[in-house]
């Protein structure tokens, strides 16, 4: 629902020439009605002289874009290329317009409230990532020290501090601009400050260098995901040598942990690890999927004083004492999104998984449990386990040999839980040729009878339309979900592989000579 305020400001944006000339004389606090306005209608210029008119402490997106009295509609889903350009510019000209500085009131620019998402609804249909964000907002305060430099600017201009709160997204492409930006922070009226940090694709001595940059003590999620060799002696490092005392999420790459391969040495290293970790008061996220951590969760979580919120022990070849580690922690009663993929959970430790599911269900809103070996005669079971999970908003269960039967069965259950948005089944199994193993390499995924697999989605979506629940989006992604990091980098992941791969035919290739 809209406020006749909100439609008398959508009318006095949508001709933006008309509303440019009278900017001047609108009222302060109309700036935020006129500006979510101005989102919605993909009206970039009166953005971008709004911006640049500010007259308000802060411009904060999460509460401008985010659901109003004025208008209920959330945009901050929406980052749209035309109206985030639009903001980032009109900042800059904020910075360099010639009004009075006495006029400037502008403190704080938070941009962390955008969410990246699949499927851009703005007109324009062009989404400005988050790494395309880094790269604007560090351009911006770079050009803007030449332009200082280069005209005769008002002194008082230097005086200028405005605080910009971003969530970065670092690779090897655009290392050397986003090191330059905040190398040369102190200087700039706009203070880059780094709030959640992301790195892929980047050496080891690169990401060591400018996550010191950053700032760690004001850090508050950290993510090294693909392609940053971080492992269990570098993490200690890391944590020895920089502080992260506000720090809630952290998501290390896929296998930084392999007891395997342990040591003595390695066994007090992640005694060590555990320790500091012990010491972020705040973290309540924690992703390391992919890790060999056999019997040794109890030692990395128990040090922990908070109790996690996110846990991601994806592919972690968990045991039976894990599991029951878990189940019983403080940790099970706080648990809002909790990854299990890779684990025979209903073979190998039923009692323990559904008493976690059980401890956590007042609070569970997220649930993935991909390539679990969940089959038909497990779905009576998952569901008692899934009914105390009122709260639950996504359920993500791909890669499990459930028939088309099963999922029908499971999906009459699913409408009944009553915040449930997002659902990902997997392509039931008597679609793929007999004889099918899972789980289903990569090469065999797409081998399956598409019109059957038609057939039976459209009778999934039939009964959620029965059972009036439309809001519920189901889906089969085949290759996992939706990254909007990735997706946004994918060209850049692709020839990081390619010159892996042939490094490593090379470095064969010599070893075959030398032989």
């Given amino acids: 629902m809209k406020s006749l305020r909100f439609i008398s400001a959508e009318v006095f944006v949508s001709n933006a020439e008309f ?21 919605l209608l993909e009206q970039g210029e009166v953005i971008h002289d709004l911006v640049e008119n500010w007259p308000l402490i802060d411009l904060n997106m999460r509460k401008l874009l985010g659901t109003t009295v004025d208008c209920q509609e ?30 400037k009131r502008l403190k704080v620019v938070d941009l962390t409230g955008i969410k990246d998402v699949e499927v851009q609804f703005c007109e324009c249909k062009k989404a400005m990532g988050r790494w395309a ?12 020290l030449v332009n200082l430099r280069q005209t005769q600017c008002n002194p008082d201009t230097f005086e200028i501090n405005i605080d910009v709160l971003i969530d970065l997204f670092v690779t090897e492409r655009n290392y050397e601009l986003v090191v330059q930006a905040l190398l040369k922070k102190c200087y700039c009226p706009l203070k880059i400050c780094c709030v959640a940090f992301r790195s892929d694709n980047l050496a080891l001595p690169k990401f060591f260098y400018i996550i010191k940059l950053t700032d760690p003590l004001a850090l508050r999620k950290l993510e090294i995901v693909h392609n940053v060799r ?3 002696e570098h993490l200690e490092i890391l944590f ?24 003595a040495t390695d066994e007090q290293v992640l005694t060590n690890i555990a320790e500091k970790m012990g010491e972020m008061m705040q973290l309540t996220e924690l992703s390391v999927s992919y890790s060999i951590l056999t019997g040794r969760i109890q030692k990395l979580l128990s040090p922990l004083k908070t109790p996690l919120k996110m846990l991601d022990v994806s592919n972690c070849s968990l045991n039976f004492a894990d599991m029951d580690y878990l189940a019983s922690s403080f940790h099970a009663n706080h648990l809002e999104a909790l990854d299990l993929s890779g684990h025979d959970l209903t073979d190998m430790y039923p009692s323990a998984f559904f008493k976690l599911l059980r401890h956590s269900s007042s609070v569970l809103r997220s649930l993935t449990l991909e390539d679990c070996n969940i089959q038909d005669t497990h779905v009576n079971m998952l569901i008692l386990g899934l009914s105390p999970c009122q709260k639950l908003q996504e359920f993500k269960f791909v890669g499990n040999p459930l028939s088309s039967q099963a999922l029908k069965h499971l999906f009459t259950f699913l409408c009944e839980l009553p915040m449930l ?33 038609d057939s039976v989605a459209q009778e999934l979506k039939l009964i959620l339309l029965q059972a009036n629940r439309e809001d519920v989006k189901a889906s089969s992604p085949l290759f996992g979900s939706y990254d909007a990091a ?30």
């Fill in 133 to 144: 964000r880094t790269q604007m907002i560090s351009k911006i305060c770079l050009d803007l």
């Fill in 230 to 232: 971080l492992e269990m």
């Fill in 19 to 39: 509303a440019r000339k009278r900017l001047g004389g609108v009222a302060h606090n109309l700036f935020p009605l006129l500006f979510k306005a101005s989102y």
């Fill in 240 to 263: 020895n040598t920089m502080h992260f005392p506000l720090l809630m999420s952290l998501t290390l790459p896929a296998r930084t942990f392999n007891v395997r391969r342990f040591t």
């Fill in 421 to 453: 948005k997002t659902v990902e089944f997997p392509v039931p199994r008597d679609c793929y040729p007999v004889g099918i193993t899972y789980p289903i390499d990569d090469a065999s995924l797409c081998i399956y009878d598409h019109q059957k697999y």
């Fill in 486 to 515: 990735v997706q946004e980098t994918n060209n850049e992941l692709g020839a990081y592989l390619i010159k892996s791969f042939k490094e490593t035919l090379e470095k064969f290739t010599t070893s075959l000579k030398m032989s």
């Fill in 74 to 103: 959330d945009l901050s889903q929406r980052t749209c290329l035309v109206c985030l350009e639009s903001c980032l510019t009109g900042l800059r000209d904020y910075v360099l317009n010639r009004s009075s500085p006495y006029m």
